[in-house]
Nanobody, 117 residues
């Protein structure tokens, strides 16, 4: 499984950005696809995920501002980010959860999001 994240960039606080994660396999073949982020000097943290039943999960820090969605026809997962804050600055990674191991075994290369104040 290969994942390609894109859509990052430099925006101002309050702006919106949409990240895309294109998968090399049917997204429905994985248990879930999620977004994680890693800010400079910090550990990688969970942001959001969507599972095969289209159930969504969010970190408390992004609830109400970020929306994860999936287009199974395009094998692409999106992360719509609204009301961005400087604290959202990070490299964002998409990852797929392996049905066999139930672990996020597959990772994309990451896309940088920088939010200026």
């Amino acid at each position: 499984v290969q994942l390609q994240a894109s859509g990052g960039g430099l925006v101002q606080a309050g702006d919106s950005l949409r990240l895309s994660c294109a998968a090399s396999v049917r997204t429905s073949s994985t248990f879930a696809v999620g977004w994680w982020r890693q800010a400079p000097g910090k550990v990688r943290e969970f942001v959001a995920a969507i599972d095969w039943r289209d159930t969504t999960y969010y970190a408390d820090s992004v609830k109400g501002r970020f929306t994860i969605s999936i287009n199974n026809a395009k094998n692409t997962v999106y992360l719509q980010m609204n009301s961005l804050k400087p604290g959202d600055t990070a490299v964002y990674y998409c990852a797929a959860q392996n049905r066999a191991t139930m672990s996020y075994d597959y990772w994309g290369q990451g896309t940088l999001v920088t939010v200026s104040s």
